[in-house]
């Protein structure tokens, strides 16, 4: 479908003006109307606004395109739109909007994906984009939008005939969320290709599926391979090709050189069957790095929904135990039972402990997952039930997602000479077996032995310091609180503030959960302060952070600890510290085991208390916020980041 066809004169504005991203949107979304393709604004509208809060549909270069498939769209459309001003739009790269399209497409079809896919090749052209936003009249800017969308079609019938002797480039580009850094790479990667002489196929993995498919005699004709993805691609049908493999953003900027070392006679042959060979974006050192940080983000990425709805049903049960039970009147061992007591509150709890108790497991399972495929799915799980269920908690849990994968490629090449009729039972009997087996030992008997042994020794140093200086005491407990969030040095500072609180020392008990609820809070504020610090998505989960914080669930703040550690950590630790030293110093005390600023009524001197918590907070944000470097300063592993923000679809 052309753009000329779904572009009418009436839904185009060249001197649009708005002061918000919502008014500019509402502006497009009247242009729509006027070009009578919906037959309900409101429906329509609403769908628009669903996808932008899914994330921003701003793609950088001043130019936006969001877009709303429902059943109000009676035809496909587009609405266009010049802001000579600009307007703010949360884009990838920080700038405001100068070129808006807004796509409307029909419920059940793909054509909002098909129009994203075309104007993201076409606007990639900084000559077009400058027309574009310089065009005076809707005559002139349909005019200049239906030329290149024939340039970009047409030329394909009047290019010279093509030198079989030059060398032929094959390129795979994906990005996990959507298509807009797909399409551009590919566009970038064809151009300079072409340029330089070369023969050249794109296959593009976006959220329309696989196009322009590589065949096997075109794989086996290539000459250099480049696969431009920060998403899982299938990559051993390239064995024995020189092949290239670099993050999404790189073939958008880097295009040239990605061609040039895909040819280099020094890049060595790919191995496939998950074996090593493979050249990446930086040289040898900078390949294992991406390679540990890429498993990392997919076991983050599929724990994270775990960590956010159990989280918040949990912080929901305190909420409600909070206002319908008085804890004064309780005895010791009902307070224990916090969350649990009203029968709403039980339920949330329950549920909501469900979802919270398979954060580590996913976290761990999926680490695994991306380094051995599908393989290392049940090993990765089982590594992290485990370290879930014993002493080694988020740490362990990490440490056996990597070991899990690794174990499976090792399996994978101990059964890579076996005969070819068992080809068949690899992955449904012998890798999981020995997978399982294996990671099960490892944890069991070198793991969390010496973990337990840790928390032993922490829990023998803290009752050897309590009494003799309070300050120290609450300061030293409570950064360790947030010091692995959820691992041996968290499980010993909250068993001896429980243990504590049952000997009636309630102030160890209240530095320590503030210590907890500092770190998301931290980290919501730094969201919000240093929003060129973290991606769109990052910002997204501020609000959560809050809740969670607020509820005493530390672990709202373990994916920003384990994309960041060098940097969250530290900054989580320094407030968390402050904020207990500060509790000990006010005569802080608490009654309850759980439920943070939920159980304000057991808490002694709470306006203090609250002065505490505010006070490590904005310390922990400040750190924070003036020690992670910009996004757009990053360099390799930030592409992730970087395409997650700006996914159009």
Same mark, same amino acid.
């Given at each position: 479908m052309k753009i000329k066809d779904l572009l009418?004169?009436?839904?185009?504005?060249?001197?649009?003006?708005?002061?918000?991203?919502?008014?500019?949107?509402?502006?497009?979304?009247?242009?729509?109307?006027?070009?009578?393709?919906?037959?309900?604004?409101?429906?329509?509208?609403?769908?628009?606004?669903?996808?932008?809060?899914?994330?921003?549909?701003?793609v950088g270069m001043g130019i936006a395109i969001p877009h709303g498939r429902d059943a109000a769209v009676t035809k496909a459309g587009l609405a266009a739109m010049v802001i000579p001003d600009g307007v703010e739009y949360a884009s990838l790269d920080g700038q405001p909007v100068h070129l808006l399209f807004l796509i409307a497409a029909p419920e059940g079809g793909s054509v909002h994906l098909e129009v994203l896919a075309k104007l993201s090749r076409? =606007?990639?052209?900084?000559?077009?984009?400058?027309?574009?936003?310089?065009?005076?009249?809707?005559?002139?800017?349909?005019?200049?939008?239906?030329? $290149?969308?024939?340039?970009l079609e047409g030329p394909a019938e009047e290019e010279a005939p093509v030198n079989t002797n030059a060398p032929f480039i094959l390129a795979v580009t994906s990005c996990p969320n959507g298509i807009a850094h797909t399409y551009m790479a590919a566009e970038n990667i064809e151009k300079k290709a072409k340029e330089l002489g070369y023969r050249v196929k794109v296959e593009t993995r976006g959220s329309g599926g696989a196009k322009n498919v590589l065949t096997a005699a075109e794989i086996a004709e290539a000459d250099g391979i480049?696969?431009?993805?920060?998403?899982?691609?299938?990559?051993?049908?390239?064995?024995?090709?020189?092949?290239?493999?670099?993050?999404?953003?790189?073939?958008?900027?880097?295009?040239?050189?990605?061609?040039?070392?895909? =040819?280099?006679?020094?890049?060595?042959?790919?191995?496939?069957?998950?074996?090593?060979?493979?050249?990446? $974006?930086?040289?040898?050192?900078?390949?294992?790095?991406?390679?540990?940080?890429?498993?990392?983000?997919?076991?983050?990425?599929?724990m994270l929904p775990f960590v956010i709805g159990g989280g918040l049903m949990i912080a929901i049960s305190f909420l409600i135990d909070g206002f319908f039970v008085d804890m004064n009147s309780l005895e010791e061992a009902e307070r224990a039972l916090f969350g649990t007591i009203n029968p709403a509150a039980a339920f949330f709890k329950n549920v909501g402990g469900l979802a919270f108790g398979l954060m580590l497991p996913v976290l761990a399972g999926y680490i695994s997952? $991306?380094?051995a495929d599908r393989p290392g799915l049940a090993p990765g799980f089982i590594g992290g039930l485990i370290a879930a269920n014993g002493k080694s908690g988020f740490l362990g849990a990490l440490l056996a997602g990597f070991l899990a994968g690794y174990l499976v490629n090792l399996c994978k090449k101990m059964c890579s000479k076996l005969p070819a009729s068992l080809e068949g039972i690899k992955p449904m009997l012998i890798y999981p077996l020995l997978g399982i087996a294996l990671i099960g030992a490892i944890m069991v008997y070198l793991v969390e032995p010496p973990v337990g042994w840790?928390?032993?020794?922490?829990?023998?140093?803290?009752?050897?310091?309590?009494?003799?200086?309070?300050?120290?005491?609450?300061?030293?407990l409570a950064g360790m609180m947030a010091l692995d969030m959820g691992g041996p040095f968290n499980k010993a500072a909250y068993v001896f503030g429980t243990a504590s609180l049952a000997a009636g020392n309630y102030s160890i008990m209240a530095a320590v959960m503030i210590g907890g609820m500092v770190p998301p809070l931290a980290i919501a504020l730094a969201t919000y302060l240093f929003k060129d610090r973290f991606t769109e998505d990052e910002r997204k989960t501020g609000p959560t952070n809050v809740i969670m914080g607020l509820a005493f669930i530390t672990e709202g703040a373990i994916p920003f600890a384990a994309?960041?550690?060098?940097?969250?950590?530290? $900054?989580?630790?320094?407030?968390?510290?402050?904020?207990?030293?500060?509790?000990?110093l006010f005569g802080c005390t608490l009654m309850a085991p759980h439920g943070g600023i939920f159980v304000v009524l057991t808490i002694g001197n709470p306006l203090m208390y609250i002065v505490a918590l505010i006070a490590g907070t904005i310390a922990g944000a400040l750190i924070l916020g003036f020690s992670k470097k910009k996004i757009a300063a990053k360099t390799a592993p930030a592409a992730d980041e970087e395409e997650t923000v700006a996914a159009a679809a």
């Amino acid at each position: 479908m052309k753009i000329k066809d779904l572009l009418a004169y009436e839904a185009i504005d060249v001197q649009a003006s708005a002061s918000t991203k919502e008014e500019i949107i509402n502006k497009a979304i009247d242009l729509m109307v006027k070009s009578g393709k919906i037959n309900n604004r409101e429906a329509y509208a609403k769908k628009v606004f669903e996808r932008e809060e899914e994330s921003t549909t701003g793609v950088g270069m001043g130019i936006a395109i969001p877009h709303g498939r429902d059943a109000a769209v009676t035809k496909a459309g587009l609405a266009a739109m010049v802001i000579p001003d600009g307007v703010e739009y949360a884009s990838l790269d920080g700038q405001p909007v100068h070129l808006l399209f807004l796509i409307a497409a029909p419920e059940g079809g793909s054509v909002h994906l098909e129009v994203l896919a075309k104007l993201s090749r076409m =606007l990639m052209d900084e000559t077009l984009n400058a027309n574009l936003q310089n065009a005076k009249t809707a005559d002139e800017f349909l005019q200049i939008l239906t030329d $290149a969308e024939t340039a970009l079609e047409g030329p394909a019938e009047e290019e010279a005939p093509v030198n079989t002797n030059a060398p032929f480039i094959l390129a795979v580009t994906s990005c996990p969320n959507g298509i807009a850094h797909t399409y551009m790479a590919a566009e970038n990667i064809e151009k300079k290709a072409k340029e330089l002489g070369y023969r050249v196929k794109v296959e593009t993995r976006g959220s329309g599926g696989a196009k322009n498919v590589l065949t096997a005699a075109e794989i086996a004709e290539a000459d250099g391979i480049v696969v431009a993805a920060d998403a899982k691609v299938p990559i051993d049908r390239f064995d024995g090709k020189r092949l290239i493999q670099a993050p999404v953003s790189d073939g958008i900027h880097k295009p040239e050189e990605l061609i040039a070392r895909s =040819l280099d006679p020094n890049t060595p042959l790919f191995k496939g069957n998950g074996a090593a060979g493979a050249d990446s $974006a930086g040289g040898e050192k900078e390949s294992g790095w991406r390679a540990v940080y890429t498993s990392l983000m997919n076991g983050v990425s599929h724990m994270l929904p775990f960590v956010i709805g159990g989280g918040l049903m949990i912080a929901i049960s305190f909420l409600i135990d909070g206002f319908f039970v008085d804890m004064n009147s309780l005895e010791e061992a009902e307070r224990a039972l916090f969350g649990t007591i009203n029968p709403a509150a039980a339920f949330f709890k329950n549920v909501g402990g469900l979802a919270f108790g398979l954060m580590l497991p996913v976290l761990a399972g999926y680490i695994s997952e $991306a380094i051995a495929d599908r393989p290392g799915l049940a090993p990765g799980f089982i590594g992290g039930l485990i370290a879930a269920n014993g002493k080694s908690g988020f740490l362990g849990a990490l440490l056996a997602g990597f070991l899990a994968g690794y174990l499976v490629n090792l399996c994978k090449k101990m059964c890579s000479k076996l005969p070819a009729s068992l080809e068949g039972i690899k992955p449904m009997l012998i890798y999981p077996l020995l997978g399982i087996a294996l990671i099960g030992a490892i944890m069991v008997y070198l793991v969390e032995p010496p973990v337990g042994w840790l928390n032993t020794q922490l829990n023998f140093w803290l009752e050897s310091l309590n009494g003799s200086s309070g300050v120290l005491l609450g300061a030293l407990l409570a950064g360790m609180m947030a010091l692995d969030m959820g691992g041996p040095f968290n499980k010993a500072a909250y068993v001896f503030g429980t243990a504590s609180l049952a000997a009636g020392n309630y102030s160890i008990m209240a530095a320590v959960m503030i210590g907890g609820m500092v770190p998301p809070l931290a980290i919501a504020l730094a969201t919000y302060l240093f929003k060129d610090r973290f991606t769109e998505d990052e910002r997204k989960t501020g609000p959560t952070n809050v809740i969670m914080g607020l509820a005493f669930i530390t672990e709202g703040a373990i994916p920003f600890a384990a994309s960041d550690p060098l940097h969250v950590l530290p $900054a989580c630790v320094v407030g968390s510290a402050l904020a207990g030293a500060l509790s000990e110093l006010f005569g802080c005390t608490l009654m309850a085991p759980h439920g943070g600023i939920f159980v304000v009524l057991t808490i002694g001197n709470p306006l203090m208390y609250i002065v505490a918590l505010i006070a490590g907070t904005i310390a922990g944000a400040l750190i924070l916020g003036f020690s992670k470097k910009k996004i757009a300063a990053k360099t390799a592993p930030a592409a992730d980041e970087e395409e997650t923000v700006a996914a159009a679809a």
